[in-house]
């Protein structure tokens, strides 16, 4: 199986990721955030840098897509090609941060992608709102992260719920996380690992 946690910058995806693949014994994938060379200058300048990352990002994406379509075991995976175009590619380009035609050249290599891609078995969408994002992103202390303005997460909460609506065709399980403490709250991830054993093992009424 395919499973894919989605979710803006700061809900808790690399969390909640690292502990279903523990919990289900899955074999996780991550972004590559730490050892990503185009990331603190993005942030810096975002309309000198967008082409750059997005380009950088759908090269990291289809590499980790096809490793997962040649893996024997489940995969769950932290952010999704799909969302890494319909949601910051699509906002940067609404924002004038990328060009009509870096915007083309992108999405003609992504349309290209998706003959290699399959849907994910289920998508896992965790909804925060933009302070809840901003306690976590301060908390964890990314320093190319602290410039972050407001209005951009406003802007991806946006996007993400208009892919989840509008866009993606695939599976999604949508976890509110104000007030969630997956974390630190056993009987808050207990919720989680309920809600997805009834969906993909229907072992509990839903």
Same mark, same amino acid.
């Given at each position: ?5 989605? /979710? ?22 991550? #972004? ?17 840098? *967008? ?8 090269? #990291? ?8 379509? &040649? ?6 995976? @932290? ?15 609404? *924002? ?5 035609? @870096? ?37 964890? /202390? ?18 993400? $719920?208009?892919?989840?609506?509008? &866009? ?9 996380? @104000?007030?969630? $403490?997956? #974390? ?13 054993? *009834?969906?993909?093992? /229907?072992?509990?009424?839903?």
């Amino acid at each position: 199986m395919y499973i894919a946690i989605a /979710g803006n910058i700061g809900s808790g995806k690399s969390t909640l990721t690292r502990m279903l693949a523990r919990h289900y014994r899955w074999e996780p994938r991550f #972004e590559a955030v730490d050892h990503n060379p185009y990331l603190e200058d993005y942030y810096g300048d975002i309309s000198r840098w *967008a082409f750059n990352l997005e380009v950088y990002f759908l090269k #990291e994406r289809l590499r980790d897509l096809i490793s997962i379509q &040649h893996s024997a075991t489940t995969v769950i995976q @932290d952010r999704t090609i799909f969302e890494g175009v319909y949601v910051f590619m699509r906002n940067n380009y609404d *924002a004038g941060r990328l060009s009509q035609r @870096d915007y083309d050249t992108c999405i003609d290599l992504f349309e290209q992608m998706l003959l290699t891609v399959r849907l994910p078995d289920l998508m896992i969408y965790l909804r925060a709102s933009v302070p809840h994002l901003v306690s976590n992103i301060q908390r964890r /202390g990314r320093d190319f992260e602290q410039t972050i303005q407001l209005d951009y997460l406003e802007n991806l909460n946006h996007r993400y $719920d208009d892919f989840i609506k509008n &866009h993606y065709q695939g599976r999604v399980m949508t976890i509110e996380k @104000d007030g969630l $403490d997956f #974390e630190h709250v056993p009987r808050d991830f207990a919720r989680i690992t309920d809600r997805i054993d *009834a969906t993909l093992f /229907g072992l509990f009424p839903t």
